[in-house]
Structures are given as structure tokens and as C-alpha cells.
């Protein structure tokens, strides 16, 4: 069966220091794989995406992610983390080939910045 | 480009009546749409899928009679909440599906409280 895991429910990070937000999936397909950012009260925008190739991603806002296929993973990325980027991160993965196109969500980590 | 919209941004009902939710892609044409549901601190919960032109397919568990889903367009799709009761009460998000992409692209929301 398809999930997503997302271990950590709430990070902590100081301004400035580096940031990884881990993400692992089971999926019996070939995988595509996303990480979305929701602000409070928002809906969610996508950071980066991975569907094949460089399994290392750029995507807006800094942020990076590398696809680990022997570990079943994704995990986010940043050097450098800046207040605004508090709010909560979802990791999502579909199929490839998948017809009607259907993600399916990890249940997000609520990132916290201290300045 | 990208964008979707949800209308209204929030609403408040009475218990019983119906309320009309409308998701738009404003610049590219959608062929799949969803619709989700998501309760304080919790990941999205997928309600249905849409396509343009064909009934909705809803999650187990999702009374069809209950959330009516129109999707009459490539750019339009519909959630209607009828005989709305307060345990309704939830922030629903859209997203919608470019026809030649596997990403969803978010809507902000729509808070819906029934009192």
C-alpha cells in the first residue's frame, strides 16, 4: 500500500542554520515525489518536484531535495533557514502513469524559527 | 502561472442549508481537479477527484449525497456542502491538475463554519 511518512511532527531550528526535513514513501510504482509548504490558514505551494534524472532537485525559496531510491526517500534541504520560512511542510507521492493523477500526503512537520 | 482560486475564502451557514464552494484554475486548463478536506493540525484528506465532463469519484468514507462535486469545466469544478451540519465545519482546499503535468496545484482555502 502506498503512504508517506513523515517522522517528524515539529522542528526547531535557529535563523541561519541549515535544515533537513526527512520523507520516506512506500509506493509499488515508480514514484514521483513532491514537497509542498503551507502558511497558516493558506493553501499549499509547491516547492520542488522529482519525477526522474538528477536525483538531486532545486526548488523556489532555497530549498533542495535529493531522491534516495535505495532508502525510499526525499528528504528537504536547506543551508540557510530565514524566519519566513516557519509553516508547515508536506511531503507527496503519486505514480507515474497514474491516470487520474492522485498524491498521496505524509502528515506534514511544523517547522519553527527562532530568530 | 499556476494559480488557482477558491470562493468564497470563508463562509458561515446556518445548520440545514447548502453551501457553494467554486475552485478555478485561472491560467492553464485543468483536466483533473480535487478536493480536500483538512481538520486543525492535520495533513489533507483526500474527498474526491473530478474530471472534467464525468461524475466525480469520491474516497471511502465521503457521502456523495452530502458533497456534491461538479467539475463542468476545464476550469471550473464545484463542491456543494448540502443540509450542512456544525460537524461539517473544516477548511476545504481544491487543487487541480494541468492536463500535461503530475503536480496539483493549491487553491488557498475555504473555511467553512456551521453553526
Known amino acids: 500500500a502506498q503512504s508517506v511518512t513523515q517522522p517528524d511532527i515539529h522542528i526547531t531550528v535557529s535563523e541561519g542554520a541549515s535544515l533537513e526535513l526527512r520523507c520516506n514513501y512506500s509506493?509499488?510504482?515508480?514514484?514521483?515525489l513532491f514537497w509542498y509548504v503551507q502558511s497558516p490558514g493558506q493553501g499549499l505551494q509547491l516547492l520542488l518536484k522529482?519525477?526522474?534524472?538528477?536525483?538531486l532537485v532545486q526548488g523556489i525559496k532555497g530549498f533542495e531535495a535529493e531522491f534516495k531510491r535505495s532508502q525510499s526517500s526525499f528528504n528537504l534541504r536547506k543551508p540557510s533557514v530565514h524566519w519566513s520560512d516557519a509553516a508547515e511542510y508536506f511531503c507527496?507521492?503519486?505514480?507515474?502513469?497514474?491516470?487520474?493523477?492522485?498524491?498521496?500526503f505524509g502528515r506534514g512537520t511544523q517547522l519553527t524559527v527562532w530568530p | 502561472g499556476a494559480v488557482v482560486s477558491q470562493h468564497p475564502s470563508w463562509v458561515i451557514c446556518k445548520s440545514g442549508t447548502s453551501v457553494k464552494i467554486e475552485c478555478r484554475s485561472l491560467?492553464?486548463?485543468?483536466?483533473?481537479m480535487f478536493w480536500y478536506r483538512q481538520f486543525p493540525k492535520q495533513s489533507l484528506m483526500l474527498m474526491a477527484t473530478?474530471?472534467?465532463?464525468?461524475?466525480?469519484?469520491?474516497e471511502q468514507g465521503v457521502e456523495k449525497d452530502k458533497f456534491l462535486i461538479n467539475h463542468a469545466s476545464l476550469t471550473l469544478s464545484t463542491l456543494t456542502v448540502t443540509s450542512a451540519h456544525p460537524e461539517d465545519s473544516s477548511f476545504y482546499i481544491c487543487?487541480?491538475?494541468?492536463?500535461?503535468?503530475?503536480?496539483?496545484?493549491f487553491g488557498p482555502g475555504t473555511r467553512l463554519t456551521v453553526t
Open positions: 522529482y519525477f526522474s534524472g538528477d536525483t
Open positions: 509506493y509499488g510504482a515508480t514514484p514521483y
Open positions: 491560467d492553464f486548463q485543468a483536466t483533473t
Open positions: 507527496a507521492v503519486g505514480a507515474l502513469g497514474s491516470t487520474l493523477g492522485r498524491l498521496y
Open positions: 487543487s487541480a491538475r494541468p492536463e500535461v503535468a503530475y503536480e496539483q496545484y
Open positions: 473530478s474530471n472534467e465532463g464525468s461524475k466525480a469519484t469520491y
